[in-house]
């Protein structure tokens, strides 16, 4: 057994809260202009509702790029606009693990000793974001009124894995969590490190000046 863990961290990462979240503000945000709350949900929670808007903006951006009716010019801005928010999205992932291990620093927590899992939770919250999405708009495919025959239930079938696939992964996220707080487990901040957007380091960018 574990040694015991205050009720205050258990409930620093609620995956039900952070799943919920995703699905009421993918809703609310299709409903009106996306942006974040104006009232706080603490630091963490700020932090994975904003990552969440990242992704809702990136899905929405790329749609305007496959869009047959997009010119040539206007595909170069769009595919600008993409390296911002795909860059947005990957520090706000970061930040959601930044935000964890400060909170864990003073507990001496992650076990150094423990055994490291491969994936961060801020990587697994980005999943977790971009499934709530697949959902939505797999249910809005369902419902599509001029849908061609059996368009409908392929969509019904791709509703059912991408469900099974998100409560899985939030299975995942839950026992790291859960694990890591009892010093079984562990996890580090891997920096994504991108270069493309870096003047000093992608060579299109600084060998044309």
């Given amino acids: ?26 809703v609310l945000w299709h409903q009106q202009p996306a942006a974040l709350p104006s009232e706080s949900h603490g630091a963490f929670l ?7 808007l990242a992704n809702f903006q990136l899905w929405h951006t790329e749609d305007d790029a496959r869009s047959p009716q997009v010119t040539d010019h206007d595909l170069a801005e769009v595919k600008r606009a993409i390296d911002r928010i795909n860059q947005r999205r990957n520090d706000l992932a970061e930040q959601c693990d930044v935000v964890l291990l400060d909170h864990l620093r003073p507990l001496n927590l992650p076990n150094p000793k423990a055994e490291l899992n491969s994936e961060s939770p801020g990587l697994i919250i980005d999943r977790l974001s971009i499934l709530a999405l697949k959902l939505f708009h797999t249910a809005e495919q369902i419902a599509r009124p001029d849908a061609p025959e059996g368009h409908s239930d392929r969509n019904r079938e791709r509703l059912e894995i991408l469900k099974e696939q998100r409560d899985d992964l939030a299975e995942c996220l839950d026992r790291l969590w859960q694990q890591t707080l009892a010093g079984e487990r562990a996890f580090k901040l891997y920096r994504q490190l991108k270069m493309y957007n870096d003047p000093a380091l992608n060579p299109s960018v600084y060998g044309a000046k």
């Avoid at 009720?7 to 503000?25: C, E, F, N, P, Y």
């Avoid at 700020?46 to 969440?52: E, K, L, S």
């Fill in 1 to 26: 057994m574990g040694p015991s863990v205050p009720q205050t961290d258990l409930k620093m990462l609620s995956v039900a809260i952070i799943v919920g979240q995703h699905d009421r503000l993918t």
């Fill in 46 to 52: 700020d932090t994975v509702i904003a990552q969440h």
